[in-house]
């Protein structure tokens, strides 16, 4: 059970007790509850996540863990170079409306780095033409992600539907897909030379709508580090923060 759940039978329980003792019906009751919920919310896994952060060119924030240190667009500079590309996006895929790119590192068991990365993607509905439904466009851009992904990784999942909190305490039904095999990860050793390694790893894909747009959350994570980045923990509650300005 999540921190969440617990969180929230609390405050249930407590909640009945106090409204026990008030006299206080179902619906003050209800609004008591959702006030509560939205309250542990904000106050347990958010505090994890930065603050908004505004997707350029789009009316959407989202939030992402603090534990990201350095975030990259196409043409970022760091230490006076050119960041390489594979550290920008997945090197097997493009991402249609990538706006930036997350690295944080945690460190191995002989001193040297190794990274994990966070993606956030969004494109406007109707740059698909041939259909004019909302969904069936939500669709059409899933399937496009999940080919494109398939070329490297033919076994990845299937869509399947996620339920991700909110911060204000409500769940969004969010999409996820995800592949893993060997993969192309940039690794720092223990003197500070960084070199492009092959290793196993995972990318996993959270995909919304919001605001008309397709929003898209990617996770690529080497599968040796997958549970210090929290991956199961921390991915949700990004897709959950996701709003319009």
């Not at 500070?192 to 390694?197: D, I, N, V």
């Amino acid at each position: 059970m999540s921190m969440y759940s617990k969180n929230a039978r609390l405050a249930a329980a407590v909640l009945a007790l106090t409204c026990v003792a008030q006299g206080c019906g179902t619906r003050e009751y209800e609004r008591r509850l959702k006030g509560a919920v939205s309250t542990i919310s904000k106050g347990s896994g958010f505090q994890q996540l930065y603050g908004p952060t505004a997707l350029e060119g789009t009316p959407i924030t989202v939030r992402v863990p603090k534990t990201f240190q350095k975030s990259f667009t196409a043409g970022s500079v760091v230490d006076g170079a050119q960041v390489d590309p594979r550290r920008v996006k997945p090197p097997f895929m493009e991402i249609s409306g990538l706006k930036i790119t997350y690295e944080a590192t945690v460190q191995d068991a002989v001193g040297g780095k190794m990274p994990y990365y966070c993606y956030l993607a969004a494109v406007p509905l109707d740059v698909v033409r041939e259909v004019q439904s909302p969904d069936e466009r939500y669709q059409r851009l899933q399937k496009r992600v999940s080919n494109a992904l398939r070329e490297k990784f033919p076994q990845a999942s299937d869509w399947t539907d996620v339920r991700c909190h909110t911060p204000g305490g409500d769940v969004r039904i969010c999409r996820k897909l995800s592949a893993s095999g060997e993969q192309v990860f940039f690794y720092v050793d223990k003197a500070g030379a960084g070199s492009f390694r092959n290793m196993p790893g995972t990318l996993e894909f959270y995909a919304c709508t919001e605001a008309g747009h397709f929003v898209l959350v990617g996770w690529r994570v080497p599968d040796v580090i997958r549970q210090h980045a929290k991956l199961n923990e921390l991915a949700p509650l990004v897709a959950g923060s996701i709003s319009k300005k």
